[in-house]
């Protein structure tokens, strides 16, 4: 902050791009971070559909960002009709929106699903064991576990059978738009990028 308390990147558009990056970073690391979950926005059936999912990957060089979900999901079945996704985050407390749009390539039992899979929790893979596809319709209310695997974490060979439900989807960014707010005047920004480089960055009416 300067003496007039505005941040250092309030008048510049790199130092604003540092701070998006920044900010995916801590997000996908730290559960604590209000940009560690993202609203996901898909569009293939008559309403745009929305989701909270948590950021799991955030790559500066490469320019993508990545959640897991079930392949069952439906927004994997949003993504497969129509590979354009929006992303945003919000943080309150830093007085920051960032919206990503960009391209969805569905990673499945392939050879970044298996990597990635070895370094997640026991108790993040339970979510993948649920035996009916998440969002099937039921008479009564339910977790989606067999009763036994409800009140605990199955063991290595259970949770394995829930390998192939898992995926990661790398979302490769095309578009980020910037919004800070601030008492004396917003501040909005756009940056265009295509094969890993910027090819517009400017300043956008807040
Ligand atoms: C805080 C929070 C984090 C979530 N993280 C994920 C996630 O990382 N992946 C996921 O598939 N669903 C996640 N969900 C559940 C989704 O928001 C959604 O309900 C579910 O995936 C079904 O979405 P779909 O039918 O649009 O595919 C999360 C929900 C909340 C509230």
Aim: net charge neutral; glycine share 4%.
């Amino acid at each position: 902050m300067n003496e007039l308390d505005l941040p250092n990147h309030y008048d510049d558009l790199d130092l604003i791009y540092n701070e998006i990056w920044t900010s995916l970073i801590r997000g996908k690391k730290d559960s604590k971070s209000e940009f560690h979950q993202c609203y996901v926005s898909t569009y293939s059936d008559d309403y745009p559909s929305l989701r909270t999912v948590v950021l799991r990957h955030a790559n500066k060089d490469n320019l993508t960002i990545s959640f897991h979900t079930d392949i069952r999901s439906n927004k994997i079945n949003n993504i497969n009709d129509n590979p354009n996704i929006t992303v945003l985050l919000y943080s309150h407390d830093k007085k920051i929106q960032i919206q990503i749009k960009g391209t969805g390539e569905i990673n499945n039992q392939n050879e970044r699903t298996s990597e990635v899979w070895k370094n997640i929790r026991s108790f993040s893979k339970k979510c993948y064991i649920v035996e009916q596809a998440p969002g099937t319709k039921s008479d009564v209310p339910l977790s989606g576990y067999l009763p036994e695997h409800e009140k605990t974490v199955p063991d290595d060979e259970i949770l394995q059978q829930g390998y192939k439900n898992f995926s990661l989807v790398d979302i490769k960014i095309n578009k980020i738009e910037w919004l800070y707010l601030h008492r004396y005047g917003h501040r909005r920004a756009l940056f265009e990028v295509s094969n890993c480089e910027i090819i517009n960055k400017q300043w956008l009416t807040p």
